[in-house]
Antibody, heavy 114, light 112 residues
Framework: EVQLVESGGGLIQPGGSLRLSCAASGSTISGFSMNWARQAPGKGLEWVAYIMGSDDVIYYAESVKGRFTISKDIAKNSLYLQMNSLSAEDTAVYYC???????WGRGTLVTVSS | DVVMTQSPLSLPVTLGQPASISCRSSQSFVFSDGNTYLSWFHQRPGQSPRRLIYKVFNRDSGVPDRFSGSGSGTDFTLRISRVEAEDVGVYYCMQGSHWPWTFGQGTKVEIK
């Protein structure tokens, strides 16, 4: 059974940085598209970043481009999201997902507030 | 970006009765492999989304056959043949053909 477990969320001040992790089990992440998505409180879903393949094809939402960096570690079977220059608009539950949303983690809450 | 527009945004339903959600896109989104990557997700309060349908009409493993997807071009539909209590929550359509992948606003299904 594929499981994705996010960690690294928390309360951070505006302008700060945070690194989210997603540990996968039950299957290797190699060869699958991996994503980060987010959901602001009471709002809909938004795809944030995408990474795929051995040559790491990467895409970002315009709202995070230049501030967020997606990466993966095949040996650790983990996905990461480095988030810099955070603002209140980045407050959301961040989900790790695999294979175009077939598998989702439970999410980790990021709150950007002073 | 491909804009996905769902209707209705709120759907009160009667147990055992059918329900239908519409999803319209601002443009067609056929991928280079010929597939239309239109998915439907269900999210219960406090839970992660669950994918129900992929590539317009394919049900994911374990999804009850009362759920069906249809459509083409820019017009898609999710149907529930007989609504059960566990079907409450928010339903999202999503296009995954062109980045940025985009979701509809969500349709909240509740029991009358």
């Amino acid at each position: 059974e594929v499981q994705l477990v996010e960690s690294g969320g928390g309360l951070i001040q505006p302008g700060g940085s945070l690194r989210l992790s997603c540990a996968a089990s039950g299957s290797t992440i190699s060869g699958f598209s991996m994503n980060w998505a987010r959901q602001a409180p009471g709002k809909g879903l938004e795809w944030v970043a995408y990474i795929m393949g051995s040559d790491d094809v990467i895409y970002y939402a315009e709202s995070v481009k230049g501030r967020f960096t997606i990466s993966k570690d095949i040996a650790k079977n983990s996905l990461y999201l480095q988030m810099n220059s955070l603002s209140a608009e980045d407050t959301a539950v961040y989900y790790c997902a695999r294979s175009s949303g077939l598998y989702w983690g439970r999410g980790t809450l990021v709150t950007v507030s002073s | 970006d491909v804009v996905m527009t769902q209707s209705p945004l709120s759907l009160p339903v009667t147990l055992g009765q059918p329900a239908s959600i519409s999803c319209r896109s601002s443009q067609s989104f056929v991928f280079s492999d010929g597939n239309t990557y239109l998915s439907w997700f269900h999210q219960r309060p406090g839970q992660s989304p669950r994918r129900l349908i992929y590539k317009v009409f394919n049900r994911d493993s374990g999804v009850p056959d009362r759920f069906s997807g249809s459509g083409s071009g820019t017009d898609f539909t999710l149907r529930i043949s007989r609504v059960e209590a566990e079907d409450v929550g928010v339903y999202y359509c999503m296009q995954g053909s062109h980045w940025p992948w985009t979701f509809g606003q969500g349709t909240k299904v509740e029991i009358k």
